[in-house]
């Protein structure tokens, strides 16, 4: 009986050492975890503007390369980062197919071109919807338009979909990654059109 008490005793004290102990590591790194996305998300605004000085760039230059060359605007219930050319950097999520898919979609300063885009957040399967990631599957949007040839808002992500002024070739054997893409940069692309509708026509 003695022994159990013991026993129990001593659980329920490394249990509560355990839990302080994780709570204050949790603690302690939280700020340098949260800078570390902050730091991420300014640098993929950035990277999708084609500010330069960018890739070798530490916490504090990222923040006064930010600081400097971008500012936060509101456009209806649409936010941008804008840089002094009129270039936009719009954020967009949605679900994947193995979890949220977060990123920028980037205009050109006529805001109806794409500048760029990229995934700072993804889960998609490596080698198949991870490749959303990849540069060569981000290069195909580079001079995309926001509209199709009938004129209608929208990207397309589809096979030999190059061709097309809104298109981009999908990623093979990826089929529902690239429709999860393609339905949230169209949703955002409808916001884009929505409250810039005088400039993207």
């Given at each position: 009986?003695?022994?159990?008490?013991?026993?129990?005793?001593?659980?329920?004290?490394?249990?509560?050492?355990?839990?302080?102990?994780?709570?204050?590591?949790?603690?302690?790194?939280?700020?340098?975890?949260?800078?570390?996305?902050?730091?991420?998300?300014?640098?993929?605004?950035?990277?999708?503007?084609?500010?330069?000085?960018?890739?070798?760039?530490?916490?504090?230059?990222?923040?006064?390369?930010?600081?400097?060359?971008?500012?936060?605007?509101?456009?209806?219930?649409?936010?941008?980062?804008?840089?002094?050319?009129?270039?936009?950097?719009?954020?967009?999520?949605?679900?994947?197919?193995?979890?949220?898919?977060?990123?920028?979609?980037?205009l050109e300063s006529d805001k109806?071109?794409?500048?760029?885009?990229?995934?700072?957040?993804?889960?998609?399967?490596?080698?198949?919807?991870?490749?959303?990631?990849?540069?060569?599957?981000?290069?195909?949007?580079?001079?995309?338009?926001?509209?199709?040839?009938?004129?209608?808002p929208g990207i397309l992500i589809?096979?030999?979909?190059?061709?097309?002024?809104?298109?981009?070739?999908?990623?093979?054997?990826?089929?529902?990654?690239?429709d999860k893409v393609q339905a949230?940069?169209?949703?955002?692309?409808?916001?884009?059109?929505?409250?810039?509708?005088?400039?993207?026509?």
């Amino acid at each position: 009986m003695k022994g159990s008490i013991y026993t129990i005793f001593y659980s329920a004290v490394l249990a509560v050492v355990c839990a302080l102990l994780l709570t204050s590591a949790n603690a302690f790194t939280r700020p340098h975890i949260e800078a570390n996305k902050a730091a991420e998300r300014m640098r993929n605004i950035l990277e999708v503007l084609e500010v330069p000085g960018v890739e070798k760039a530490g916490s504090k230059e990222l923040t006064q390369i930010y600081e400097e060359k971008v500012s936060e605007k509101q456009y209806g219930t649409l936010n941008v980062y804008e840089t002094a050319d009129g270039a936009v950097a719009v954020p967009f999520a949605g679900p994947g197919l193995w979890g949220q898919v977060k990123g920028f979609l980037a205009l050109e300063s006529d805001k109806k071109t794409i500048l760029g885009v990229t995934f700072y957040e993804q889960e998609e399967t490596p080698g198949l919807g991870g490749e959303i990631g990849a540069q060569w599957f981000r290069d195909q949007f580079r001079g995309k338009s926001l509209r199709g040839k009938d004129g209608k808002p929208g990207i397309l992500i589809v096979r030999d979909g190059n061709a097309a002024p809104n298109g981009v070739d999908a990623i093979s054997g990826a089929t529902m990654t690239c429709d999860k893409v393609q339905a949230m940069l169209n949703e955002v692309i409808g916001t884009i059109v929505k409250e810039l509708g005088h400039d993207v026509q």
